[in-house]
């Protein structure tokens, strides 16, 4: 690896109590470039916060410095000796915990049982309960260390990830995203003993997070990511939320300017927010009072109500995991409500009965296309009338020529690059399986179209192609229910924009009076 | 890499430069021949040389299995009564793979359905084609409720259909010993004559038997007729009709089914039911069909023809077509067998060759699924 050239940026500049310094580090995953020469210094007895939206690049940052995924460029600095972290034994013996996201319990053993869990040396049972016991003590957590995971609340879980983490007493602490299943209280307890951890011990921690109160809380700096880079550093005393958000979300645009750039629009300058005023059409779809928990027992809809009109494209922003996947399984009749009701054009429709959806007539571009959108070891002409196969067939006999011609027709409307009809879904293109998905939704001339993060992984080409069909779909009276965790995608193209936090509605606003502040503020998790 | 990149420029119906050759969805045929090729070739390489090291001929060995399958007089009608059932069995295994649903327990249900036929047969009474129909009936409907227990316990409690298939098996035999220790369900009554009892029913009568015709000196059931019309119909449906599309989505990916109206329960169990169906059809054929058993229903009556039809729809890649001659080639080796004795090889070691045999056929399917997962895995890898 090439050493790059040092920049005399803050953050890459040795000082004294530095436990980690990375210096310009990058990883790509094909196109996409997931850290773009990221500085990051992490200090003894600090808490540092790395702040950022989904997909900014931070999990692949510390994943780095766990040596789960091994960088493409950069340097990183461990205790001011430069190293190689090739794999999490390497981080380990280096001093470097983490505490993950999502627990690695198991849970019919015991707390003891679970933290002796991947120890290569001899098991002593009574050592590592003793260890268990003493840890638990020392930093207030209360884990009886003969109590069953199982029956653990998520909050205490958490608690036996930390102790695994701390057994082997690591100097550098990452905690990645570690309130995200816990209560508020619970969090404010995480917090007191994250503190005790730093401050008694002089550990260097990372607290990776999406939410803005828990960072400005937390922490002694902060540094924010976006689209793989850093945006932004300070000290968390001295900033505000509106700063934060500001930096995380993007910059403050207006909003024409931002729609300009975007390249939807003619440069003329001449379209006035008046004019793309919400429509005021027939309620279309109606969602009300949904209610569901997950196969975890976690509530992910918490009385969730939502109307769409008729010509009205609706943009759910959130963060994700909030409610936005399971209301697309509803709506993909791929999941059934526990209480609550959805109507289309105002009939009701069972939730969660195969194809009742789609029979009504709602579209859906789901987000992983894998999963509930296409079959990938079908021909792309199966792919086109998955959903409605009698349009090719009759009395039950399906016509090869008709299902030909029909995917003839579709692959030329919507530009799908493909070797011809016949090739099988899984040797196209991601962009182009996307094409496949859209067109076949769009020709069964729904009424309703919910469109899940239908631009991800698209390049600008495929990105403004899709947003064309969204919006002509919407003129055509279509209503339109636009999931997205890209801002821009949503100011770009909803009427109305509503904050979905914690399967509920955190707030709503038009796209005209949209306030960028607010709109972090609400995806950030933050009373506005 | 930049195979994510969509070229929205580009044309219709254009292969941009990132796209993979052009893909079908069948491996080429040469592809295939060589493959088989290449695994008989060397299966029957090892066997020679494992007769001749053992003090064989190995000669004799292969002309004794192709004299017993096909060469000697009468022996490949022996090897199309053979084959019927192998491939009833298969057709329904296509059925519930094509489906996503997992069946090897053919073995059991194939017995419950031969044993519900016998039972039918030695107790109803009446005109002969009556009389046939109510057994054949009760053959399918017995393989199928064998079945709908997995398919039930899959539905109801998530119990992978993998095991209790399996297991079933095991049970269906305790259930048909059962039935044979009581005169009022499948033992024979004790015939004056006779001083011990065995473990058979009575005879099916003359007027329920499947006809026997006659090629070239070659005899089997008419029933070989209607198993290929089976296997015709079962391709035709699977490739041409809404319900087999349907059944394919379901299998290929159960939630986009859902999503599209498949019901999986629906489907799913139906599948199933079917599948047994075809096993317990199997069952009946052989206990009609005068080559097995004569006439007569047994507790170890299945002799292993479930297991061996589930290789069949395994050789067969799940085409019900390939399914026929698969199943033809399958009954020669276990028709082929019965010369062995003769040749004055050891037993174990004829045992070893047929075993090469199937493994050879097993194989070439093996290698070409395999293949085509991890091509379609790294096409999937190249794109996220």
Known sequence: ?528 | MSVDADTSVAGPTTVTPTSPQVPSRFSSWSEIVVLYAISIFGALAISALLVTVTGGEWRSVFSALLDGSLLAPGRWGTTIGSATPLLLVALGTIVNAKAGYVNIGQEGQLLIGGGAAAFVGVHLGGPGPIVFVAIVLAGIVGGALWAGIAAGLRNWRGVPEVLTTLLLVSVASQVIGLGFRSESFLLAPITEGSGTQVSQTLQMPDGVRIPRITIFGNEFPVSVFAAVVFAALLALVLTRTVVGFRLRMLGANARTAMRSGVDSVRVGSAAMLISGGFAGLAGTVMLLGGDFGGYRFSPGFSINFGWTGLLVALVARERALAAVAVSFVFASLMTGSGFLAATGVERRITDVVQALLVLALLIPPAVLFVRTRRRAAAAREART
């Open chain 1, 1 to 528: 690896m090439e050493p790059l050239v040092t920049t005399t940026s803050s953050a890459a500049t040795p000082v004294a109590d530095e436990a980690v310094r990375l210096e310009r580090v990058t990883k790509r995953y094909g196109a996409v470039v997931a850290c773009d020469a990221v500085d990051l210094t992490l200090r003894r007895g600090a808490i540092h916060g790395v702040l950022g939206e989904n997909g900014a690049g931070k999990s692949t940052l510390m994943k780095i410095l766990i040596g789960l995924v091994t960088p493409d460029g950069g340097r990183v600095h461990i205790h001011g000796q430069q190293c190689d972290i090739d794999d999490p034994a390497t981080a380990a013996k280096l001093g470097i915990g983490m505490v993950h996201q999502h627990f690695s319990l198991v849970d019919p053993l015991t707390v003891w049982e679970n933290v002796a869990l991947g120890e290569e040396a001899r098991l002593r049972p009574a050592q590592v309960r003793t260890r268990v016991a003493e840890i638990s003590e020392k930093y207030g957590l209360g884990i009886d260390p003969d109590a069953t995971v199982g029956d653990l609340t998520p909050g205490l879980r958490q608690r036996v990830e930390i102790i695994k983490c701390l057994r082997r007493d690591p100097s550098i602490v990452i905690f990645d995203e570690p309130t995200s299943v816990l209560t508020p209280e619970e969090s404010a307890q995480l917090f007191t003993t994250l503190r005790r951890v730093v401050a008694d011990e002089g550990r260097a921690v990372a607290l990776v997070s999406h939410k803005l109160d828990e960072v400005l809380h937390a922490t002694d700096e902060i540094t924010i990511m976006r689209s793989g880079r850093v945006v932004d550093r300070t000290p968390t005393a001295g900033t505000t939320p509106s700063d934060l958000a500001k930096a995380m979300v993007g910059r403050s645009v207006s909003l024409r300017s931002e729609r300009a750039a975007f390249g939807a629009v003619a440069a003329t300058d001449t379209v006035t927010l008046e004019e793309v005023a919400a429509p005021d059409g027939p309620v279309v779809l109606t969602v009300t009072e949904s209610r569901l928990r997950g196969r975890d027992g976690d509530i992910k809809l918490d009385g969730l109500s939502v109307r769409v009109r008729a010509g009205e494209i609706l943009g759910v922003a959130g963060v994700e995991g909030n409610g936005q996947d399971e209301l697309v399984e509803v709506l993909s009749s791929l999941a059934r409500l526990d209480s609550g009701e959805v109507t289309v054009s105002g009939s009701p429709v069972v939730t969660g009965r195969a194809g009742a959806m789609a029979a009504a007539g709602v579209a859906v571009i789901p987000a992983d296309r894998h999963d509930s959108g296409v079959v990938l070891d079908m021909s792309i002409a199966e792919n086109l009338v998955l959903v409605e196969p009698s349009q090719v067939a009759a009395r039950g006999l399906m016509d090869p020529g008709r299902m030909r011609a029909h995917a003839t027709r579709l692959i030329d409307e919507y530009e799908i690059a493909c070797p011809g009809p016949d090739a099988p879904m899984w040797s196209l293109s991601g962009g182009n399986q996307q094409r496949v998905v859209l067109a076949r939704e769009l020709s069964c001339e729904p009424v309703v179209l919910v469109a899940a993060q239908p631009t991800r992984g698209l390049d600008v080409g495929a990105i403004e192609f899709m947003g064309s069909q969204i919006r002509a779909a919407a003129e055509r009276g279509v209503a339109v229910l636009l999931i997205s965790s890209e801002l821009e995608e949503l100011l770009e193209l909803s009427h109305r924009i509503i904050v979905l936090s914690d399967g509920q509605i955190a707030g709503e606003m038009q796209r005209d009076e949209v306030d960028m502040d607010r709109l972090g503020l609400l995806m950030g998790g933050s009373a506005a």
